[in-house]
């Protein structure tokens, strides 16, 4: 048996975890430089008439007016509690597969049938305990079903956020509850097929005769179809397999004209992507630099372009990828416009204990390799970028992004703990 645990409202409730005053008010998380809304609390998206993933500065006044609290993203935190989060899952099982920040499967096979009911709510309650952070919890066996269990024991008042799949009977009520276009795997397109051809529920969908579906839906459906039926397809993952391309791209928090600027946050994205290289073992092959202005400003002149550089050998140092990332900035940068966002993609990545090295390589990326690795030490012991090259530099307050309203990372910086207790008087 496969349970499937979803964090509710998590970005939200991580704020409300170190902020008692937030319970039972409406909550919203935005977007980098506090742009648009992308997460909510229950209360918050019980107000249907705040549209949500809007500029903020558009509906402004009916936030105010709806005393909805506004935070800026806290990925640092929302990271290290999902952390808290998949660690206590692992109490339950050593097979815990992290589907995404929020969201995990958990193997139970090893619990008997009759006990799911109490694991089911034994999990909830300890992943609350241990972090504060409410969760929902579906059982079945398989992961389709799990998902879809997930759904029914939040959305039904009745299941008190936990709902087991343990007999045909509550098979069928599941499926039967799930909306055809609120299954997990069957989109929009297929959605509105099966819509059109008088399938309603998943329970429907399940009934169909598999020939149809899998001439219709390909494979993937046929997959979808047995998964509701029990028929085990989709296996747990405990080893998520390596990505094959990593980048970033963030807005500047200010238009910036100023090249050396530019090159400063380009740099920082730099070591931010290698070191997410050289975690999963990888190599880049080739590395893209794209440069943008506004274009939603109607004020200013419009220009981007983007480059792509192959390295001489693949690698995974910050010094070489830095120097090959910066030759392409100075390639496509222009004067006379006022730039919105710098970003790095590496491609092409291979193993590093694949790469087949070159006759003529310079001793000096050997050396450069040598540097990168004693950087990340020292930075392990003291600190992200406590060691950092010089193209970094130190103005980023004057290009970073606007964070407002963003909480202390109350959980991974010394200087940032929750203080709890009153000032007394001198």
């Not at 509550?170 to 819509?195: F, N, P, V």
């Not at 406590?386 to 970094?392: D, P």
């Amino acid at each position: 048996m496969i349970a499937l645990v979803d964090c509710n409202s998590f970005y939200a409730s991580c704020e409300q975890v170190f902020r008692p005053d937030l319970k039972n008010k409406p909550v919203v998380v935005l977007s980098n430089n506090d742009g648009c809304i992308i997460a909510a609390n229950a209360e918050a998206k019980a107000l249907a008439h705040i549209p949500m993933f809007q500029p903020v500065f558009k509906i402004k006044q009916i936030l105010e007016a709806n005393n909805v609290v506004c935070v800026s993203s806290n990925y640092t935190l929302y990271s290290d509690m999902s952390r808290r989060v998949m660690d206590t899952l692992k109490l339950f099982s050593p097979k815990v597969e992290e589907y995404s920040i929020d969201e995990s499967f958990v193997d139970l096979s090893h619990y008997a049938d009759e006990d799911l009911e109490q694991i089911a709510k034994d999990i909830k309650n300890t992943v609350y305990q241990h972090t504060g952070i409410p969760v929902g919890v579906g059982i079945a066996k398989t992961k389709s079903l799990s998902k879809l269990a997930n759904r029914y024991a939040k959305k039904s008042v009745a299941n008190k956020g936990t709902y087991v799949v343990t007999s045909e009977e509550k098979r069928i009520e599941l499926l039967k509850y799930i909306a055809i276009k609120d299954t997990w795997g069957i989109g929009k397109q297929h959605a509105k097929r099966l819509q059109n051809a008088g399938k309603h529920t998943a329970y429907d969908f399940a009934e169909m005769p598999v020939a149809w579906v899998r001439k219709q839906m390909t494979v993937i459906g046929e997959r979808l179809w047995r998964e509701l039926n029990n028929d085990i397809c989709l296996q747990l993952t405990t080893a998520p397999d390596p990505k094959k391309g990593i980048g970033t791209a963030k807005s500047f928090g200010y238009k910036l004209t100023d090249y050396s600027l530019i090159q400063e946050a380009c740099s920082y994205y730099v070591s931010e992507v290698a070191d997410l290289l050289r975690q999963q073992k990888s190599a880049a092959t080739k590395i893209e630099i794209y440069l943008t202005t506004n274009y939603h400003s109607d004020s200013d002149k419009q220009y981007k372009n983007t480059i792509v550089l192959t390295l001489d050998q693949p690698t995974n140092s910050t010094i070489l990828l830095t120097k090959t990332a910066l030759k392409g900035l100075k390639a496509i940068f222009k004067t006379g416009y006022r730039y919105k966002k710098v970003g790095v993609n590496l491609m092409g990545l291979v193993p590093e204990h694949h790469i087949q090295t070159s006759l003529f390589q310079d001793s000096s990326d050997v050396a450069d390799d040598i540097l990168t690795q004693l950087m990340d030490e020292m930075n392990g012991k003291f600190g992200k970028n406590k060691i950092k090259l010089a193209t970094v530099g130190n103005r980023e307050k004057e290009w970073a992004l606007i964070k407002e309203h963003r909480s202390p990372r109350y959980t991974t910086q010394w200087n940032e703990l929750l203080t709890i207790g009153s000032k007394t008087k001198s």
